[in-house]
């Protein structure tokens, strides 16, 4: 009897929901189909599901919507990975955390029924989307614009008076600091910088996931700082001292998961994000250089991140442009180009040239030494 194979647009796998992609790509196993709910699939997040080896992606919202050009599902179509767009909110509720759900063309199965209809994305029509939106994106670079200096005419105050610093045991003055975001090639800027952490030991400082990214390439962070809502137990538990990027007022949101692991903090609330906070302590700390790894500075990266301006960014590097070096895309900058086949090739060409060398000249070396030894004991044999 014919076996039966399995059309190639069919995917099936174990069901991992969670409407927060940072939180569920921690939980991922390959061969899982994430059903999420993420409107314009940021690259960071994209990333993290390939590296998780997932089967399939079911996402209720567009992964690319269109209103800037996001590269986050394009890296989703590179891996291979299934991709089903704007199945709508609805299967969130209807696929069950561990269920075997297959995913045939367009349509999303939960036992026997379909539960959701979508978009089936490849290759071709992100990209088609991807240039789409690259052409309308000036709409959104002009309210990305506006925003940015109405909060720089009305509370640019917030950023350049002088705030009130939290006490840190590790000595910062005079020092090195060294700030990791979970940015656009965090991973790879950060392990280039091995040699320089290694001879220069900065103070490291992970903002939120960044603690983890340096535990994984074997550096434990002296600071963590954030809201703590992408950053693991384990990492919070390392030993690096916590400091916690609070409102102004005083609320601090991730100051409650830390009272619960029973973990010491202080907080520090200037205006602006969690990595505009790091680099403004370690400059009124006294750094002597900051050097920022997977920081967000262009409008993408920003709208990736859901926020609609940059001016506190932008604010916070005027003050500390004199000390700040920016390590985003350093990894690129040094990368090899000596293919490996090619390096080995090298190396077998040189130790051929080698023994070519030894055979042709050691015989001739040897029977000439010999020579002159016959001949000298000869000489004094007949003086």
Known sequence: MARKIAPVDVTSGPARV?????????????????VIDHEDLDRVAAEALVR????????????LSGRYPNAGPLALAAAGIVLVDGVGSKVMDLVCEGQDVRIDGSDVWVDGAIVGRGTRQDGASLQAAYEAAKETMGAALESFAANTLEFLRHEHDLVLDPPELPHLVVDVRGRHVLIVVRGFDYREDLAHLRSYMREIKPVIVGVDGGADALLEEGFRPDVILGDFDSVSDGALRCGAELVVHSYRGGEAPGAKRLEEMGLPYVTFSPTGTSEDAAMLLAYEKGADLIVAVGTHVSMVEFLDKGRAGMASTFLVRLKVGQLLVDAKGVSKLYESR?????????????????VV????????????SFWLLVREAWRSLTH
């Open 52 to 63: 998780t080896r997932v089967a399939g992606v079911v996402n209720a919202s567009a992964s």
């Open 357 to 368: 060398v030894v055979v042709a000249v050691f015989p001739r070396v040897f029977l000439e």
């Open 338 to 354: 000596i293919r490996k086949s090619d390096l080995m090739f090298f190396l077998l060409a040189a130790m051929l040239c080698f």
């Open 18 to 34: 969670d409407r927060r992609t940072k939180d569920l790509t921690r939980r991922l196993l390959p061969g899982d189909i994430a």
